[in-house]
């Protein structure tokens, strides 16, 4: 299966604390956090389904917003995780593994059974 056919509704799941965790790294603006999605395996996240999020995210108070000047282009849109956007972060990181270890052991249940049928 390639990044391009995740179920998307696993990736509206995960999409939230995989943006969280890259900007953990420090303030990046909307194509580079989407060029960071893609490489890390996501596949594409289109803009339309990525500025929504930063805007939900701003409006929590878990993300700041700094219009930077581009090297001779336009002006680019940075976000960067406040205190509380990144405890929010950890957080999030956290119960994400909690919840991916307890759905992990139970689907890997069905690899065990499948590998006896064959």
Same mark, same amino acid.
């Given at each position: 299966?390639?990044?391009? /056919?995740?179920?998307?509704?696993?990736?509206?799941?995960?999409?939230?604390?995989?943006?969280?965790?890259?900007?953990?790294?420090?303030?990046?603006?909307?194509?580079?956090?989407?060029?960071?999605?893609?490489?890390?395996?996501?596949?594409?996240?289109?803009?339309?389904?990525?500025?929504?999020?930063?805007?939900?995210?701003?409006?929590?108070?878990?993300?700041?917003?700094?219009?930077?000047?581009?090297?001779?282009?336009?002006?680019?849109?940075?976000?960067?995780?406040?205190?509380?956007?990144?405890?929010?972060?950890?957080?999030?990181?956290?119960?994400?593994?909690?919840?991916?270890?307890?759905?992990? /052991?139970?689907?890997?249940?069905?690899? /065990?059974?499948?590998?006896?049928?064959?």
């Amino acid at each position: 299966m390639t990044p391009e /056919e995740w179920p998307s509704e696993w990736m509206r799941s995960v999409l939230g604390v995989c943006v969280l965790r890259t900007l953990l790294d420090g303030p990046n603006y909307g194509y580079a956090i989407t060029q960071n999605l893609t490489a890390a395996g996501l596949g594409t996240v289109k803009g339309g389904t990525l500025y929504p999020l930063l805007g939900r995210f701003e409006e929590s108070g878990f993300v700041e917003v700094e219009w930077r000047p581009g090297d001779g282009g336009p002006g680019r849109k940075y976000f960067s995780l406040t205190d509380q956007g990144r405890a929010h972060a950890r957080s999030m990181a956290e119960l994400w593994a909690d919840f991916t270890k307890t759905t992990r /052991e139970l689907t890997d249940g069905a690899l /065990e059974k499948r590998r006896e049928l064959t």
